[in-house]
Every structure is written in structure tokens, then in C-alpha cells.
């Protein structure tokens, strides 16, 4: 059975840094697309970042150029790195799989990243 | 970017009743859209894939219908265990982007 678990979530400061990982198991990450999904507080779904099998990444507007996402495969790892982290980055951050270009078929069960003084 | 919009916003109905959500993009994604369930403190639950059909384990009270900007979730016969938020969502392009969800409680 496919199974991704999230870890890394916590309190930061305004302006650190933090990396959230995603460890799969039932399958290999390098033949899904693997992506992030956040949630803020109350609130709906948001699309972060997604890399390809091939290792193409992509990311939404609002965190480019800050949060980087990567891929181990000895781990069978999914990485996110957050830089600069302000508190609109508050969020439980969801790892996600697909099979499909984008039909998030397996989530893990999140971890909560608060970013607050 | 692609625009997900959803309607309504929140309804509240009774047991057994048939239900529809309505979810329009905005602009033309063919089939490229799927349904999620996300209860409280739980992570999103694929329902549907346009495209693909309705997950395998999904109950066949579900079902989803559309293309190109409209698309519709209906559940026929609302179970106690429907009560959550549903979300639409676009794989047509990056960035890839969820509709703002739909909140059905107990009536």
C-alpha cells in the first residue's frame, strides 16, 4: 500500500528557514509526480510545488524563489526546503502523490508549519 | 493562471438528499479535473478524475460529470459520512489550482 509520511513541521521565526520531508513507501517517488499542498489555518487548498519523474520542479508564485523542492532516491525522500518564511507561510503542509499529471491520489497526513515571533 | 470557482460555497442538507456542486474554470481545461473530500483534521481524499472515473473504493453514489469550463459533483444519496468540505481542482497547466471548496453540514 502507498503511504507518504510528512515530517519537519514547527514554530520558526519570521524570516528562517525549514525543511519538511515527505518518506514514501509502497512505491518509488522518481516514477510519480510528487508535489506539496499547503492549507493555512481555516482555510482552502493550495498548490505549492511539484517536481516530475524526470526532475523538471515547478512552483506557485507565492513561494518561487524561496522554497525549493528535491528528491532523493536512495531515501525514497521527497524534500521541501522554505527560505525567508513569513506568516502567510503558516500552514499544515500536505505531501502528495500522482500517477496522473496532477491527480494527487495519495496525501500524507500533514505537518504544521507556524511561523510566528 | 487557471481560476477554479465553486458553487455554492456552503449548503446544508438531509440525509438521503441528492446533492450538486457546481465548479467552473476559467478558461477551457477539457477533462482535466478532480474531486476531493477533506474532513476536519484529515488530508483530501480523491474522489473523482473526470477524465478517469470515479478512485477505486469511492462509493458509486458519487459521480462527476463535465468538460471544457462546467463541471458538476453529485452525490445521489447523501450518508452521514458525506458531511465534509469538497474541493475541485485543475490539472490542465501549472500552477496547478484547487476551487475554494464547498462545505456540506447536516441540515
Known amino acids: 500500500e502507498e503511504q507518504l509520511v510528512e515530517s519537519g513541521g514547527g514554530l520558526i521565526q519570521p524570516g528562517g528557514s525549514l525543511r519538511l520531508s515527505c518518506a514514501a513507501s509502497g512505491f518509488v517517488v522518481n516514477n510519480k509526480y510528487m508535489s506539496w499542498v499547503r492549507q493555512a489555518p481555516g482555510k482552502g487548498l493550495e498548490w505549492v510545488s511539484i517536481?516530475?519523474?524526470?526532475?523538471?520542479?515547478y512552483y506557485a508564485d507565492s513561494v518561487k524563489a524561496r522554497f525549493t523542492i528535491s528528491r532523493d532516491n536512495s531515501k525514497n525522500t521527497v524534500y521541501l526546503q522554505m527560505n525567508t518564511l513569513s506568516a502567510e507561510d503558516t500552514a499544515v503542509y500536505y505531501c502528495?502523490?500522482?500517477?496522473?499529471?496532477?491527480?494527487?491520489?495519495?496525501w500524507g497526513q500533514g505537518t504544521l508549519v507556524t511561523v510566528s515571533s | 493562471d487557471i481560476q477554479m470557482t465553486q458553487s455554492p460555497s456552503s449548503l446544508s442538507a438531509s440525509i438521503g438528499d441528492r446533492v450538486t456542486i457546481t465548479c467552473r474554470a476559467s478558461q477551457n481545461i477539457s477533462s482535466y479535473l478532480s474531486w476531493y473530500q477533506q474532513k476536519p483534521g484529515k488530508a483530501p481524499n480523491l474522489l473523482i478524475d473526470?477524465?478517469?472515473g470515479l478512485q477505486s473504493g469511492v462509493p458509486s453514489r458519487f459521480s462527476g460529470s463535465g468538460s471544457g469550463t462546467d463541471f458538476t459533483l453529485t452525490i445521489s444519496s447523501l450518508q452521514p459520512e458525506d458531511f465534509a468540505t469538497y474541493y475541485c481542482q485543475q490539472s490542465h497547466s501549472i500552477p496547478l489550482t484547487f476551487g475554494p471548496g464547498t462545505k456540506v453540514d447536516i441540515k
Open positions: 473526470v477524465a478517469f
Open positions: 502528495a502523490s500522482a500517477g496522473t499529471f496532477g491527480v494527487f491520489d495519495y
Open positions: 517536481i516530475y519523474s524526470g526532475g523538471s520542479t
